[in-house]
Nanobody, 126 residues
Framework: QVQLLESGGGLVQAGGSLRLSCAAS????????MGWFRQAPWKEREFVAA????????YYADSVKGRFTISRDNDNNTVYLQMNSLKPEDTAVYYC???????????????????WGQGTQVTVSS
């Protein structure tokens, strides 16, 4: 089990940027794929981005490609989500998640992630 704590959310105008951070503790962070999901009011939780344990491959939802960048620092047990050109439809609670299995190959399914943070609110005003 790994413990996750997100930070960096807030209120930003459309077109602005935010950087989310997720600090991990517990199980060896560098063994796990990491992902970001989000959930807007009255909507299902959806995949945003993910990165394999080495950081060598990244995956994105079509809605954020070209605007968001996921990265990780295995020395400091942290994963980041840089969000640029934010839109009002990006408003949601953003969750950090760790892959359930040691081998993560890019799944967008929340069921393939076994540990979750408490979430951080991102609000984009128009």
């Amino acid at each position: 089990q790994v413990q996750l704590l997100e930070s960096g959310g807030g209120l930003v105008q459309a077109g602005g940027s935010l950087r989310l951070s997720c600090a991990a503790s517990g199980r060896i962070f560098s063994d796990l794929g990491m992902g970001w999901f989000r959930q807007a009011p009255w909507k299902e939780r959806e995949f945003v981005a993910a990165i394999i344990s080495s950081g060598g491959s990244t995956y994105y939802a079509d809605s954020v490609k070209g605007r968001f960048t996921i990265s990780r620092d295995n020395d400091n047990n942290t994963v980041y989500l840089q969000m640029n050109s934010l839109k009002p439809e990006d408003t949601a609670v953003y969750y950090c998640a760790a892959s359930r299995f040691l081998i993560y190959s890019g799944s967008h399914s929340a069921t393939d992630f076994g540990s979750w943070g408490q979430g951080t609110q991102v609000t984009v005003s128009s």
